[in-house]
Structure formats: C-alpha cells, structure tokens
C-alpha cells in the first residue's frame, strides 16, 4: 500500500507519525541499549571485584606446591574473569557501538525529512500561487462580464431612445463593442489559467506529492528495518558469547575434576612431616622393697604417659631434605643454563679471535671468565648441598631403622574400598598380648580367644617377674667413600688415567693450582672436589712445569 495514493490528504499527520518514531529511535530504544550495557558493566565490575577479593593469596616466600583445591579454585576464578571480559564487550558494544549506529540513523532520518518537508512546502506553494491565479483571472472575467452586461443594456436603451444623439449612439456602441471584447480576453484568460491550475493540481496530487508522501513511507520503512536488524544484532552479540561462557564452564569442571584430595592429604604430609618416629614403648619398672616414693607414682607415671620422649627439639630433617632437593633441582637448571651461555661465548670468542676486524674479544673473554666462575661456585655450593642431602638421608635411615614400629605395618580402614569392606569377614574379635620391650616376645605372642570383656570391668593383665632388658644392638654408620689420591704409576703398571683438555686458559694464583693454555692435554689424577679437578702436565709445549695441581672443572672436559 502506498502512502502518496491511500494518505494524500493526511500528509501533515505523516509527518507527525515518522518524526515520533525518529525520537522513538533516539531516545526509548537507545536508552534500553545504555541501560542494558551500564547493567552488563555493573555485573562484570561486581564479578572482578569478586574475583579480586577470594583470589587466594600467593606467598613469594613459601616454597611447597599449590595445593590441587586451590589451584582449582583459581582456575575457576581465572575463568569467571574471562566471562567477565564478555559481559565487558557485550556493553560497549550496546553502549558505544549500538548508540552511535542509532544516532547515524536518527541524523540520516532528520536529514530526509527536512528535505521532504521543504519539497511538499514548496509544492503546496505552487499550487497556492496557481489557485491565486486562477481567482483573479476567474474575478476579472466576472467583473468584464457584469460591465459588458451594463454596457450591452445601456446600448440598448439608447439606440431605442430618440431623444439620444447619433452621435450619443456611437460612442455608446463603440463602448459595448470593447467590453465585447474585454469580456472575450477575460474570458480566454480565466480559460487558460483554468487549465492551468488543472494541471498543475492534477501533478501536485496524483504525482509530485505521492512521491513526496512516499518518500516519507520509505524513512518510516526504514526506520522498522534499521530497529529489527539492531535487534538482531542485539541478540546475536548475546549469543556469540553463550559458547565462550559454555566454554569457560567446560574449564571449570576440568579444574573441579583435577582437585585430587588423595595428593592433596600427600601434600600436607610433606609440608608437614619431620621425619621423626613414634616414641618406643615404656619399658617395666619394678619397684624393689623399701623403695620410698616422695611422690605419688601413680600421678608420677600419669604425667609420664602424657609427656613420652618425643624429642621435640631435634631437627626437622625430612623439611630439610625438602629444602636441598629443591636447592640442587634449582642449581642443576642454573649451572645447565649457565654452560649453555658459555657455549654461545665460546662461539663469539672464537669468531672474534679469527676475525678481529669484527671487535674487541676481551669483552666476550671477561664475559666467559665471569660466567666459568659463576659454574665454579654453583658447583661448589651444588657438591655442598648433594654432602648435605646425603647426611640428612642417613640421618632419616637411622631414625627409621631406630623406630619400634618398623615391622607394623599401618593400616586404616578408611584405607580400604567400599567392596572390599563388604566383601571383609566379620570374626570373632582376636586380642593379641602386648608386646614389651623387654625380651618377652615368645611369652606373649600367642593369639587367644577371649569372650568380650562386660563395659567398665577392669581386666587384670599379669606382670611378668624381674627380667633384665636385652641392650639392642647399636647399629654402626656406614663409613665415608675412600678417595684415591695416590699418584698414577710412573711404571705403566695399574689403571690408566684418564686424559682431559682445556678448555680455556687459566692463569695459577695459587701454590696447589696449575697453569693451562686453551688446547692443552692433562691426565685426570683426582675427580672433581668442590668445583676443582686435579689435573697431571704431560705435554712441556706450553709451560716448563710438568708437575701436577687443582685447575677449574668448569675448564676442562674429557677426551
């Protein structure tokens, strides 16, 4: 349906309709848009603020591992961040992208309509001039009509008259004979101008103003369009963030899923644990006749019950044990880093001493003289931190060799699955004699079955007679590696010696080092000692002394 053939009498109304609809577009549904995108705002700054406030704490300082919970609950924080990235985009999309696009089309709509305004003005004025026109052509012909009809009576009255003059007569006829012809030319111009306004009338309603009542349509077409593809995009950009959202959930429960309690409880224990080993049974004490208390024994040995030897003053050696791995971990992956650096000095040393057209070598040789001192502490603190690890080891061995539970083995019954308690025989209950630590292992380890004992009956356990305590057998330290530090035969006879290159020059400041040249050939009298490796001159080239010394590890390799 066209406007400019149904609405051809309602133009002004038109008007009125699409300019409401514009304000519509700027105002209602741009205000649902801000509105919308300060909410989305709103929820992404409560949800980083959140995320902000129940992020765990990280301690640069602490050394043990993440446990699983946390890291889970971080990773679904971390996740929850990236929705609210999404809520982020989704308001400024609504906020800046969608308005700016609104008010384009409110200045493109304004824009037509003032011009459509102007052309149904300009047309109503033409038609307006046009019926002018034809009022005063239509007035003049009335007016030459009416004085040629006086005229015309008047003649004839006094052609009809003989009192009149010929002469009278003549003037009188000359004057009816030229309103004749005023009347004529006033006719003929009403005619003209009627035809006129006819067509330009006939233009104005059935061509030049349906165009412009259709150009309106098309703005208000426009308008319904421009709102249904914003909509559009308005649910499409919601949309296209649902698989993100689905995505980060799908995150959450792989976080949710890889919170392992087991190696968490595994992780408290080595946080936790010091090595140590229960306390050894009490041993029996018999009082002898005579013997006078000052004390009340039985208080006496309450308190002794609840303070045993725990020894709680002695050395946390499994945390230290913790403390030395982690140590030679990080100095192994320091000096692997650092040889690699060398290496690459190597090179640069290398191409500058063949071309010194290129620059100065003794930056890159001050540079690798550095960094070879560098793997001589790191080595040397390495060694310190492996002796360390070791006596630690030993001392861990000892206490669990010492340990009176070191034939129990510990159970739990938590420890079993579901199927294998229903699938457990329920028996009589066994009750097996303490065991003393005193020798009496054979008296007591017989397995009797007693009936259960009524509640709150005292059961009398027999006390065996005076027997003296077997000392246990002290367990004697393994002894320390015994070095060779003999000299290599001069005779040929025994085992030979390995030989080993330098690397780089070294320069002897002290009376126990050697000097080497880069290239030079040694045999290996001594492995390495704290960063430093006993080396045997076999090649008088370089240097006089054909004695033997300490030179760098770091400095030498094996051939």
């Known amino acids: 349906m066209s406007w400019g053939e149904e609405l051809w009498d309602k133009y002004e109304d038109v008007v009125s309709l699409v300019s409401q609809g514009t304000r519509e577009l700027d105002t209602f549904y741009k205000g649902f848009l801000k509105e919308r995108s300060r909410i989305e705002n709103e929820y992404a700054k ?149 035809m006129k306004t006819n067509e330009i009338q006939q233009e104005h309603f059935f061509t030049l103003l349906p165009c412009v009542l259709n150009n309106i349509q098309s703005l208000s077409v426009g308008n319904c369009d421009f709102f249904k593809e914003l909509m559009s995009k308005y649910v499409k950009q919601e949309r296209e963030i649902v698989p993100i959202v689905a995505k980060c959930h799908e995150e959450m429960e792989k976080a949710i899923e890889a919170v392992y309690s087991i190696k968490d409880s595994g992780m408290i224990v080595n946080k936790l644990k010091t090595g140590d080993v229960p306390p050894e049974d009490f041993v029996f004490e018999e009082l002898q006749p005579g013997t006078v208390l000052k004390t009340n024994f039985l208080t006496k040995m309450k308190r002794s019950k609840s303070t045993p030897n725990l020894n709680m003053e002695s050395p946390n050696y499994f945390q230290r044990k913790r403390y030395l791995e982690k140590k030679t971990d990080a100095h192994k992956i320091e000096i692997a880093k650092v040889q690699k650096e060398m290496k690459g000095l190597q090179v640069m040393v290398k191409t ?28 040397s603190e390495l060694t310190t931190f492996k002796t360390d690890l070791a006596d630690v080891n030993n001392q861990l061995e000892n206490i669990r060799i ?51 004992s009524p509640l709150n009956q005292p059961i009398s356990i027999p006390i065996p007679l005076t027997v003296k305590p077997e000392p246990k057998p002290k367990l004697k330290p393994k002894p320390p590696p015994i070095k060779d530090v003999s000299k290599p035969p001069q005779d040929g006879k025994g085992p030979k010696l390995r030989k080993v290159v330098a690397l780089y020059q070294f320069d002897s400041d002290a009376t126990d080092t050697i000097s080497m040249a880069e290239g030079e050939e040694f045999l290996l009298t001594e492995d390495d000692q704290d960063g430093w490796t006993k080396v045997q001159r076999v090649d008088s080239r370089f240097f006089e002394d054909m004695g033997e010394g300490f030179v760098p590890t770091s400095f030498v390799q094996n051939i």
């Open 402 to 452: 010492k340990s009176p539970a070191r034939s129990r083995k510990w159970s739990f019954p938590g420890q079993l699955s579901s199927n294998q308690l229903e699938n457990m025989e329920i028996e009589s209950p066994k009750i097996v004699s303490p065991t003393l630590a005193t020798g009496w292992e054979d008296d007591f380890s017989d397995v009797c079955q007693l009936p259960p």
């Open 46 to 194: 409560h949800l980083r603020k959140m995320i902000r406030t129940y992020t765990p704490k990280t301690n640069k300082k602490a050394t043990d591992e993440e446990s699983t919970q946390t890291h889970g609950f971080r990773l679904i924080l971390e996740e929850l961040g990236y929705q609210a990235g999404q809520h982020e985009l989704v308001a400024d999309s609504f906020g800046k992208d969608y308005a700016k696009d609104i008010e384009n089309r409110v200045n493109e709509v304004k824009k037509e309509m003032k011009k459509s305004r102007n052309e149904a003005d300009t047309l109503q004025r033409n038609l307006n001039q046009s019926y002018k026109a034809l009022d005063h052509s239509k007035l003049k012909y009335q007016k030459a009509h009416i004085e040629l009809e006086i005229t015309k009576a008047t003649y004839e009255k006094t052609e009809v008259d003989g009192t009149v003059s010929r002469n009278e007569v003549d003037k009188m006829k000359a004057m009816y004979q030229k309103k004749i012809r005023d009347h004529d030319d006033g006719k003929g111009q009403y005619a003209n101008q009627l």
């Open 352 to 379: 500058y001493t063949d071309n010194p057209k290129f620059g100065d070598v003794k930056q890159f040789q001050g540079e690798l003289e550095t960094a070879a001192k560098r793997v001589q502490v790191l080595e």
